[in-house]
């Protein structure tokens, strides 16, 4: 088992970043974003981002044009370079 190197929460503001979009394609645009935001930040490769099935359903929750204004994630990052998200209640 990999062992833990960093464990922190985010904020991600959604509501300015997707007003750019057609709503029609904002839900998708929102999920790509959580990624990339996380990437940048955890310093490893957008597909080293492993995003759990809570954080889709509450993006897609009310549809594909009303992506909620911010969401809470906890990101953990192992010493392997992987990246696991989770959505915080």
């Keep these: ?25 904002r839900a998708k645009k929102a ?11 955890m310093k490893v490769e957008p597909e080293n981002v492993k995003i759990d099935s809570s954080i889709n359903d509450k993006i897609w929750e009310r549809g594909g044009k009303k992506v909620p204004a911010r969401i809470r994630v906890r990101a953990v990052k192992f010493d392997d370079g992987i990246v696991e998200v989770e959505l915080v209640s």
Excluded: C, D
Excluded at 5 to 10: A, G, K, L, N, T
Excluded at 31 to 41: D, I, T
């Design 31 to 41: 999920v790509k974003y959580v990624r990339n935001f996380l990437s940048k930040h």
């Design 1 to 25: 088992m990999a062992k833990v190197e960093v464990e922190r929460i985010y904020t991600i503001g959604l509501r300015q970043k997707m007003k750019r979009y057609p709503r029609w394609l």
